[in-house]
C-alpha cells in the first residue's frame, strides 16, 4: 500500500495529475488506489485547492454517496493514510523521473509519427527542442532541493556586500556597477562600430585572469568572424597593435601564449544561434562568465511560429534564466537610429525598446559617441539602469584605443 499511497501523494496536484495519471495502470496500485485516481481527474475539472480532507468529503459524498459502511471504512482510512503520510523523498524523486520521462517519450513519439505522416504541423526542430526541455526538467526535477534559498546569516550578509565575483578593469564601469555576480543579467548597448564588442574584449581579457582553473569565458557569437574577434581579443590581452604584431611576430605570440584570455576565452562561432546548442555548451565548459554577441537574434527551438515580441521577450527570459544557473551574463545590444550622433544613450533609444526587454537587466550600460571629429575616440559611458549598485546617474568619458582593443577612463570627474 505504501507505494501507492507515494504514487497518490505525487497526483494530489493539478499539473501532475494531468500530466502523469495516463501512464498509471490499475494493476500497479490497486482497486481503490484505481477508483481515487479516477475520480481526482473529475475533482480537478471544478477545482484546483487539493487536500486529502476536501477530496474525501467529494469521493464520500459527491462520487460515492451509496457506499456501504464497510466500504466507507476502507476508503477513510486510505485518506487518513494519505493525509498523515510522508512519502519517502528518494522514491518520490524516483517516481517523478520515471513519469517525466514518460511524458516526453509520448511527446517526442506523436511528433516523430506526425513528421512520418507528414503532417506539417511538426519539424525536428521540435523533437529537438523537447529533448532540451527534457535534460532542463530532469535536472530542475533532480535538484529540487538547490532551489530552496539558504537561511545562512553569512550568505545574507554577502548579498548586501556583494562580495567575491568579477571586478572590471575599466575603472568607470568598476565605480558605475561594482564587482558583477553569478544572476547579473547585464546590457551593453550603442550605436553600430560604437566600439561595444571591443568594450567586452577588454573586460574578457581581465575577467579570465580572475577565474579558477576549471571556469571560463564564454562567448556566444552571432556577428562578426570568430577569428576576427579573436584576433580583437589578442591585441588586447597583449597590448599591440597590428603593425607592431606584424613587426614582431615572435614577441606577440609570447605574450599571447603566455596569456589566460588565450584557453580562457571560448568563443562560440555560429551565425545561426539556437539557444539549446547555448545550453549544451554550457554544459561542457564551466562558464565564470556569460558573453552573447547578441542574445536578441538567438533563437529557441520550436518556436518558429511565435511573433518577434513573444520570441525576444522568451530569450530574454531564457537569458535570466542562465544566469541564475550558471555565471553572471552579459549580452551586446543595439541603439536605434534616434541615438546617433548622442554621448549619452537612454533606455528607450534600444532597438526593440517597446518590448520590454530593459525589464528583465539589472544594468544596462550605454556608449555614446559625438559626431565631431575631435572626440572620435571620446565615447560616453552611461547606466541609465542600474539594479546592481543602484547608480542611475553615472556617466564618464572614457577613451577607445581601436589599434590595441583597450579602453581607458578619461577622467575620474563624474559626468552630471
Same mark, same amino acid.
Given at each position: 500500500m505504501t507505494s501507492s499511497l507515494d504514487v497518490l501523494s505525487i497526483l494530489a496536484n493539478k499539473e501532475h495529475y494531468e500530466r502523469f495519471s495516463p501512464f498509471i495502470q490499475e494493476h500497479l496500485v490497486g482497486p481503490e488506489s484505481w477508483v481515487i485516481i479516477k475520480d481526482m481527474g473529475a475533482y480537478f475539472e471544478k477545482h484546483t485547492n487539493f487536500t486529502w480532507a476536501t477530496f474525501a468529503t467529494f469521493f464520500l459524498m459527491v462520487k460515492h454517496p451509496m457506499y456501504k459502511p464497510d466500504k466507507v471504512d476502507t476508503f477513510r482510512t486510505i485518506f487518513e493514510a494519505l493525509d498523515n503520510h510522508e512519502p519517502d523523498e528518494d522514491l518520490l524523486d524516483e517516481l517523478t523521473e520515471h513519469f517525466i520521462s514518460k511524458d516526453y517519450a509520448t511527446k517526442v513519439g506523436e511528433a516523430a509519427l506526425s513528421i512520418v505522416e507528414g503532417n506539417d504541423s511538426y519539424g525536428m526542430e521540435d523533437i529537438t527542442s523537447l529533448m532540451s526541455e527534457?535534460?532542463?526538467?530532469?535536472?530542475? =526535477?533532480?535538484?529540487?532541493?538547490?532551489?530552496?534559498?539558504?537561511?545562512?546569516?553569512? @550568505?545574507?550578509?554577502?548579498?548586501?556586500?556583494?562580495?567575491?565575483?568579477?571586478?572590471?578593469? @575599466?575603472?568607470?564601469?568598476?565605480?558605475?556597477? %561594482?564587482?558583477?555576480?553569478? %544572476?547579473?543579467?547585464?546590457?551593453?548597448? =550603442? $550605436?553600430?562600430? =560604437?566600439?561595444? &564588442? &571591443?568594450?567586452?574584449?577588454?573586460?574578457?581579457?581581465?575577467?579570465?585572469?580572475?577565474?579558477?582553473?576549471?571556469?571560463?569565458?564564454?562567448?556566444? @557569437?552571432?556577428?562578426?568572424? %570568430?577569428?576576427?574577434?579573436?584576433?580583437?581579443?589578442?591585441?588586447?590581452? &597583449? $597590448?599591440? &597593435?597590428?603593425?607592431? +604584431? +606584424?613587426?614582431?611576430? =615572435?614577441?606577440?605570440?609570447? @605574450?599571447?601564449?603566455?596569456?589566460n584570455a588565450r584557453n580562457k576565452i571560448k568563443i562560440y562561432d555560429r551565425g545561426l544561434m539556437f539557444t539549446n546548442d547555448m545550453e549544451r555548451v554550457l554544459k561542457k565548459y564551466k562558464a565564470g562568465l556569460i558573453i552573447v554577441d547578441q542574445l536578441w537574434k538567438c533563437k529557441m527551438p520550436g518556436k518558429s511560429s511565435e511573433g518577434e515580441v513573444t520570441r525576444v521577450g522568451l530569450v530574454f527570459n531564457w537569458g535570466r534564466e542562465m544566469a541564475k544557473i550558471h555565471a553572471p551574463l552579459i549580452t551586446v545590444h543595439q541603439a536605434d537610429a534616434t541615438a546617433v550622433g548622442q554621448m549619452w544613450i537612454e533606455q528607450n533609444q534600444l532597438h526593440m525598446s517597446k518590448i520590454g526587454v530593459q525589464g528583465e537587466m539589472d544594468a544596462i550600460i550605454t556608449l555614446g559617441r559625438s559626431l565631431d571629429p575631435s572626440m572620435a575616440t571620446t565615447r560616453g559611458l552611461y547606466t541609465p539602469k542600474n539594479k546592481i549598485s543602484g547608480n542611475e546617474t553615472f556617466r564618464s568619458y572614457v577613451t577607445l584605443d581601436a589599434e590595441r582593443a583597450t579602453y581607458t577612463t578619461s577622467t575620474d570627474e563624474v559626468i552630471i
Amino acid at each position: 500500500m505504501t507505494s501507492s499511497l507515494d504514487v497518490l501523494s505525487i497526483l494530489a496536484n493539478k499539473e501532475h495529475y494531468e500530466r502523469f495519471s495516463p501512464f498509471i495502470q490499475e494493476h500497479l496500485v490497486g482497486p481503490e488506489s484505481w477508483v481515487i485516481i479516477k475520480d481526482m481527474g473529475a475533482y480537478f475539472e471544478k477545482h484546483t485547492n487539493f487536500t486529502w480532507a476536501t477530496f474525501a468529503t467529494f469521493f464520500l459524498m459527491v462520487k460515492h454517496p451509496m457506499y456501504k459502511p464497510d466500504k466507507v471504512d476502507t476508503f477513510r482510512t486510505i485518506f487518513e493514510a494519505l493525509d498523515n503520510h510522508e512519502p519517502d523523498e528518494d522514491l518520490l524523486d524516483e517516481l517523478t523521473e520515471h513519469f517525466i520521462s514518460k511524458d516526453y517519450a509520448t511527446k517526442v513519439g506523436e511528433a516523430a509519427l506526425s513528421i512520418v505522416e507528414g503532417n506539417d504541423s511538426y519539424g525536428m526542430e521540435d523533437i529537438t527542442s523537447l529533448m532540451s526541455e527534457f535534460d532542463l526538467e530532469l535536472d530542475r =526535477a533532480q535538484e529540487m532541493e538547490s532551489f530552496f534559498v539558504e537561511e545562512d546569516d553569512d @550568505l545574507l550578509m554577502e548579498e548586501f556586500e556583494r562580495k567575491g565575483g568579477l571586478k572590471w578593469k @575599466l575603472s568607470a564601469l568598476d565605480e558605475a556597477v %561594482g564587482n558583477i555576480l553569478k %544572476g547579473d543579467f547585464i546590457m551593453f548597448a =550603442a $550605436g553600430v562600430g =560604437a566600439g561595444k &564588442t &571591443t568594450m567586452l574584449v577588454n573586460e574578457a581579457c581581465h575577467m579570465a585572469d580572475q577565474l579558477p582553473d576549471d571556469e571560463y569565458v564564454v562567448w556566444f @557569437l552571432n556577428e562578426e568572424r %570568430g577569428q576576427k574577434l579573436r584576433s580583437r581579443i589578442s591585441q588586447s590581452a &597583449t $597590448g599591440m &597593435t597590428k603593425q607592431e +604584431i +606584424i613587426d614582431d611576430p =615572435a614577441k606577440f605570440m609570447a @605574450l599571447w601564449k603566455g596569456s589566460n584570455a588565450r584557453n580562457k576565452i571560448k568563443i562560440y562561432d555560429r551565425g545561426l544561434m539556437f539557444t539549446n546548442d547555448m545550453e549544451r555548451v554550457l554544459k561542457k565548459y564551466k562558464a565564470g562568465l556569460i558573453i552573447v554577441d547578441q542574445l536578441w537574434k538567438c533563437k529557441m527551438p520550436g518556436k518558429s511560429s511565435e511573433g518577434e515580441v513573444t520570441r525576444v521577450g522568451l530569450v530574454f527570459n531564457w537569458g535570466r534564466e542562465m544566469a541564475k544557473i550558471h555565471a553572471p551574463l552579459i549580452t551586446v545590444h543595439q541603439a536605434d537610429a534616434t541615438a546617433v550622433g548622442q554621448m549619452w544613450i537612454e533606455q528607450n533609444q534600444l532597438h526593440m525598446s517597446k518590448i520590454g526587454v530593459q525589464g528583465e537587466m539589472d544594468a544596462i550600460i550605454t556608449l555614446g559617441r559625438s559626431l565631431d571629429p575631435s572626440m572620435a575616440t571620446t565615447r560616453g559611458l552611461y547606466t541609465p539602469k542600474n539594479k546592481i549598485s543602484g547608480n542611475e546617474t553615472f556617466r564618464s568619458y572614457v577613451t577607445l584605443d581601436a589599434e590595441r582593443a583597450t579602453y581607458t577612463t578619461s577622467t575620474d570627474e563624474v559626468i552630471i
